[in-house]
Structure formats: structure tokens, C-alpha cells
């Protein structure tokens, strides 16, 4: 043990060697050096690695990989040219086999750690070999300034720095064949990359999605403006390309966020139509589809499984997109309920039930934390089954109470977030104690990549048997004084959950001033403490930002301190 524990072994620039012992979330390699925990970029479990130290805090730092000195047997030379420098495939050095791994042992340890679920996790289910090359249906290429003048790519790691993409093995056939088609097009006809800095220039994206099942292909261009210049040649062109639907996307605001609120449609119907199984959906640019088509239809197939309809269920599916669960479910439930906030979305779900012969769905606008408490509460609606596929932040709390107060016999959580997921597992069987977890099973959506999708079913816990006590209460012999049990009930009673919102609101009110999330986030990591809900923080940790001040650190700390996180 270091003499003086606040001082690091290592400093900045020094090269040191060590053994890589694990993966990290990001899929960096976690070596220990002493007992400082050292994140390499490119580093496998098993592996003896001499790095460059790039960036150190007190308790863990971040290195540069010099030298493999003992390779993994999982070590693979990725398909990619671009592996390690786009910042797209993490897992690409890595065997399929070890990715599978990797990703079942992330679920399990997220479900533990965060959830404090014991759970048995089986394998991943895997794409074939076959399958994997090209397997993504949608493309978002950022368009910028590059050395060779307008250019699209990928942004390198944590950066918006633009790496060109040529040749990337995970986008479809149909983006590498138009991409350079319509680069050329904006550059014969000097259209201006979109200028992050200086919020100048017209393209900010090109988006492109194939049907998998139909071939048909759709392109929208995300544009800092209200037009797309010369748009009628681009409608010629990309009709002699075979395109089916072409748009463009207006986003006029300094954000990070791809697609604006308005979209308007150049040339076609506005979607693209594809399948899943015996299922054709309608798919407009700005819709949400699981990008990997052959996989889609596994982890449909299961969550279908894990509902256990029979033909006379309720079901809700909150997060629904443009309604392929709902369709799925309602093939065999009594009738379906599908909740899904993007407009354009539920106007696809609507069209998909029609084009589908299905009448027994039904589709909302709305926040699912809404729109489902709401017709709990006024319209006393209630469901057999709930099925939940949310973005990464997983479930709004309110949600996740509301399906509680309903009790439907089964909830399916879908997650592409083990995380989030393992959260809001322990608030519904844990801290709220109505569900327990009856089986998981992750699907490799997203070969190459950190990324995995799980499927999990929970079921309502019920009592598993009755038994009638009778008690008085009151004072005197063989009674139960009722003060008694309100100073058990405050001992019971369940710590508030304290959330950054919280955090940042008690700050602001103490010292007058905001404190961003990953601010907080990175306090909460230099003192070791759990970073599980702060999903968005590392994210948020990859937007240049100002350098965090001792005056906020101390405040964060106060605040911590305050809610008896430390
Ligand atoms: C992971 S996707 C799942 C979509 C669909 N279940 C599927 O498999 O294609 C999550 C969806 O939730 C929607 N969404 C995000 N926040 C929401 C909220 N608070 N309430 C309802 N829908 C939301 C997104 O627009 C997106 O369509």
C-alpha cells in the first residue's frame, strides 16, 4: 500500500507496464498498477500491455497503448481499417466468440451491481458469420469541411473530429453505394458542409436507411437551412439511383441532437416499407427501427415468448416507435395499447396496423410517463401484459410506479442499456418489491460494438399463500399500540431516492449557480461511489466543456453530503 494514499502512483506521460484484467463499459481495458486502476483504450483481458499515462486523477488514470507485450488468444485483426480510430466498432479486436462473452457478462454484472439482482444470464444469442458483414439498415454520416473539401464520416472518440469512412464493415451496401454519389453531387454543386463552430454551412447529415427485406432505400438530408439547393437534379439523380424516398430534415439549432422538427418529403411517399416475419412496416426518416433486421426478428420472437398471450390479453407497449412490437403482440393478445412520444412515429404505427389488417391496436401520442398513469388513473384502464423498450435513460420512475399500481401479471422490459436497465429491475423488485425476474436473454444487435440488447421477463409477485391474523389495536393486554407501529413505520420507511435533478436544484438554491450532470457524475467517480445513474454522463462527459472549478467541487460535494451519499 502506497504511504501516502491521496498521491497517485503515476503521473502524466509516464510509461508503465501492466496486466489488462477486465473490460470496462466502453470497452476499454482495466488494468491495476499498485492499486490505481488504469482504463487502456485497444487493451484486452489477459493481456500485458506497456502504456503511456495520458490523463491521471487520484484514483484511476487513462493510458495510451504502446505496446502489446502478450497478446490475448481472443485478439483478432479487426475486418475495419478504420478499427480503433472512428470510434464505432470498440469490440472490433476482439474474437465474435469474446464480444458474446463479453456483452452476457456485462448484463449479469449490471443486473448484480446495479440491481442487486442475482440472476442467471445465458449466453448471448449471436449473429452467424455470414449475417455480420454490412448488418446495420441505417446510416448517419455527419457531413463536414474535411482536408479533401466536403467529406462524410464518423467522429473519432470522444471528439467531433471527423474520420472519413470509406469501406466500413457494419453500414448497409446501399450507403456505400450512394454516399459518394451524393458527396459528389453537393460538391459539384458547392454546397457547404454544415461549420459546427460557427453554426455556418448548409448539410449537417446524410441519412440513409434500406429496407432489408424490400431493397427500397430512403435518403434525408439534414440541413442548416430551410432548402436544399439544385433539389430537382437531386431528386433526378437519386431516382436514377434507385432511391425510393427523398427528404430533407431542417435543423436550424446549435445542438448535437441529428434530426430537426420539420421534415419534408422531395420526392416519393416519406417512408421506405420493410418486414419482419409476416409483418410489412411503413418507416418514415425521422421513425425509430432497430437497426439490425435479422436480429430484430429474434428479439421480437422472444419478447413475444416472454408475454405468454393466449388471445384474451390487455397489453400495453410503452416506447412503442412505429408500432413492430404492438403489430407483433397483437397477433395473439385480445388487444394492444401503444404509447410512443415522435408524432411522425405513431403516424407509421397507425398506418402499419392498417396495411397489416390489424384492428384490435390502438395508438398515443405522448410521454408513456404520461400518457399511461393517466388512463390508469382517470380512465381506469388496466393491462395483462406491459411491454417497455425505452431509449438508453430506461423507464421514467413515473412509469415504472404506475405499472406497479397496475399490476399486470407480466412486464417484458426490452433495454439496449444493461445499466438503465438493471436501475429500474431493482426499483420494480427491489425497492418496490411487486415483481421478481423470471428470465433474461441478451441478443447481439450490435455486433462489433459495446452495445447488447436484453430482453427480460418479470413477473408479479403474489402471496404464496394466506393466512388470516386477527389484531387489535389500541392500548392494553394482547393489543398493538399504534404508536408502536408508526415508529416501526419510520424506521421501514424507504430512503428517497436522490436524483441529479435533486442535486443540481439543492445547489443551485444554496450557492446560485448550475452544476451540469457530468460535473457531478465525475465528483461521484473520483470518490468511488456508483455511477449507474447517471446514464447520460458519460455521454455528456464527450461535449467540450469548461474545466470543473474547485468552488463546484466543493458545492457537489456539500450537496452529496447533504443527501448522506457520503
Ligand atoms: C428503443 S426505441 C423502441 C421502439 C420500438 N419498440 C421498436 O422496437 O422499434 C424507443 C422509442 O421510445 C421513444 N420515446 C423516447 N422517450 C419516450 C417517452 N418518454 N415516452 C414514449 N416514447 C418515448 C423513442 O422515440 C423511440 O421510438
Redesign the pocket.
Known sequence: MRQDALQPPVQKNQTIEIEIADLGNQGEGIGRYEDFTVFVEGALPGERVRVLMVKVKRRYGYAKLLKILQPSRERVAPLCQLAGRCGGCQLSHLSYGGQLRYKQNRIAQALERIGGLSVVVPPVLGMAEADRAYYRNKAQFPVRDGENGLTAGFFAPRSHRLIPVEGCQIQSRASHRLMPVILNFFRKKGIAAYDEGRHTGLVRHVLIREGYATGQVLVCVVINGTSLPHGREFVDLLRGEGVQSISVNRNRERTNVILGPETVTLWGNGYIEDRIGDLRFQISPV????VNPIQ?KV??EIALEMAGLTGREIVW??????????LFLAQRAKRVY?????PE?IADARRNAALNGMDNVEFYV??????IPEWHAKQGVRADVI?V?????GC?RA?LEAMVDMAPERIVY?S?DPGTLARDLGILCQELGAYRVERVQGVDMFPETVHVETVVMLSHKKPDSVINVKVEFGEGEGKVPLDNIAKRAAVYKPKERVTYKMIKEYIEAKYGFKVHTAYIAEVKRDLGLPMYDAPNAVEELKQSRKHLTAEKVEAIKDALKHFEII
Not at 421513425?287 to 432497430?290: H, I, T
Not at 407497449?317 to 404492438?326: F, L, R
Not at 405522448?366 to 400518457?371: I, L, M, P, Q, S
Open positions: 421513425s425509430f427501427f432497430q430484430t428479439l421480437y407497449d410503452a416506447y412503442c416507435g412505429i408500432g413492430s412490437i404492438s401503444g404509447v410512443e412520444i415522435v412515429a405522448g410521454k408513456a410517463e404520461d400518457v411491454v423498450d425505452p431509449p438508453r435513460a421514467d412509469l426490452v439496449c
